[in-house]
């Protein structure tokens, strides 16, 4: 019987599926199962020599809640920060998508050129008693799903490999990139919403005052992508080729548009609340409660337009839009088509997005076992 999974992540489509699939396996045994998230960042942008082996890899303290992961030894400072916020920022989109689900959850990241020998080993040192993967053509160091390294973890971990997914047997593979894009976006918006509970709930209970300087990164995202960058893409491509079908999902989709224009309202006022409180507030402080209130209504909005959108409205499109429709919703949210909304780029709400999540507590691999 399973007790623990090791979860590899990288930037993939299908890394994205199988975070989903995985939480869902997970969440089908009582209690849940435990799953720990582990990305393998390349060796070389971390500022090694190409060959680091993983026993040699040092602690640091690098996460706000005291967290460690592992880094290799000093490198260039920016392209190491840049390294270590893009790989957090991929563990902390799979961990907010558990922490919605209800799934205990840690994560691990190392630094190496040799990804199935990293998987193995981070299962060891992370006492997993399984590893769940999906599979798909892909070259780069950064690869970890492809077939070859399925092969090789199988050889060297010893453990039970669950595959998710094999992108050649998957039918239905224009849907599934457009869903895990969507589902991709939505995890990146709970991550950085939980980063600013976190960072709110630290001032209120005089763990640490609010910066607000740091929030005010945050915010930027929450009130930015949303609104300039997810929801107009979802407007203009989704729910455009829905509304092709006929009435079905017509009041489905009023009510999620209706729900957009109250979302910008309550990052309004959420913002303002913010501009008001001053710098190192903490405790009972009147403005550090008002900010407070503001977040947990914008929070309770979002989590549920989102259960909406993944629950009612991904399975009826599922139902009705043919593959070249699926095919163009994947290609809007991947940036080949974009609505031109906002003066950023998709690349700079990547960027935007790591160093925002960078501040999100990760759970440690070691906590909870």
Request: proline fraction near 5%; charge should be negative; aromatic fraction near 4%.
């Amino acid at each position: 019987m399973f007790q623990h999974l090791l979860v590899p992540v990288d930037d993939s489509d299908l890394s994205i599926v199988n975070v989903g699939e995985a939480i869902k396996l997970a969440r089908s045994f009582a209690p849940p199962l435990k799953l720990t998230f582990f990305h393998a960042a390349s060796d070389d942008a971390g500022g090694g020599d190409g060959g680091t082996p993983y026993d040699e890899l040092r602690q640091h303290q690098v996460l706000a809640d005291g967290a460690m992961v592992a880094v290799p030894p000093p490198a260039a400072a920016g392209t190491r920060e840049r390294v270590v916020d893009e790989g957090r920022a991929l563990l902390a989109k799979a961990a907010a998508a558990a922490q919605a689900a209800g799934v205990p959850h840690a994560t691990h990241e190392t630094y190496g050129d040799k990804p199935a020998e990293a998987i193995a080993k981070a299962a060891k040192h992370c006492g997993c008693d399984g590893i769940v993967m999906s599979s798909h053509r892909r070259s780069g160091v950064g690869a970890l799903l492809t077939p070859s390294v399925a092969t090789k973890v199988m050889r060297l971990s010893k453990l039970p490999l669950l595959i998710t997914r094999a992108e050649a047997a998957d039918r239905h593979r224009d849907a599934s990139r457009a869903t895990a894009l969507i589902q991709d976006e939505h995890r990146s918006l709970a991550a950085v919403l939980y980063a600013l509970r976190h960072r709110v709930d630290d001032a209120r209970r005089r763990v640490e005052p609010l910066d607000r300087a740091l929030v005010a990164e945050m915010l930027l995202y929450l009130h930015e992508y949303p609104e300039r960058r997810h929801h107009p893409k979802e407007e203009a491509s989704l729910h455009r080729l829905l509304r092709h079908h006929g009435d079905r999902g017509r009041d489905l989709l009023h009510r999620l548009e209706a729900q957009h224009l109250r979302e910008y309202e309550l990052a309004a006022a959420l913002q303002a609340a913010c501009d008001a409180c001053p710098d190192r507030a903490e405790g009972d402080d009147a403005l550090l409660v008002r900010v407070d209130e503001a977040l947990a209504a914008l929070a309770a909005h979002v989590w549920e337009h989102m259960r909406l959108e993944e629950h009612e409205l991904l399975p009826l499109a599922l139902e009705v839009l043919t593959p070249k429709e699926w095919r163009e919703v994947a290609d809007v949210f991947a940036g080949n088509q974009d609505p031109g909304f906002g003066e950023w780029s998709e690349q700079d709400f990547r960027r935007h997005f790591a160093r925002a999540a960078a501040v999100a507590p990760l759970p440690d691999v070691r906590a909870g076992g």
